[in-house]
């Protein structure tokens, strides 16, 4: 991953340590899901976070 898609350090919790995932999606979500972190002025990384806490929170399993 180029470094300058990585959060400084600085702006992460102490608490939090990030651990990478690489997967594949379709086209036509990669799309839509890039359109909306635009519109909601954020970035696709924190809003496929936030769809993974939703789904986890769901389940009881955070």
Sequence with gaps: MPKAWKE???SQN???QLK????EIPRD???ALK???AC???TMRELVIEGI???L???GRR
């Design 8 to 10: 400084p350090k600085s």
């Design 29 to 31: 979500i990669h799309a």
């Design 40 to 42: 909601e002025g954020t």
């Design 20 to 23: 990478s995932c690489r997967f």
């Design 35 to 37: 359109v909306q972190a």
């Design 53 to 55: 806490r939703h789904v």
């Design 14 to 16: 102490e608490e939090e």
């Design 57 to 59: 929170a769901r389940s």
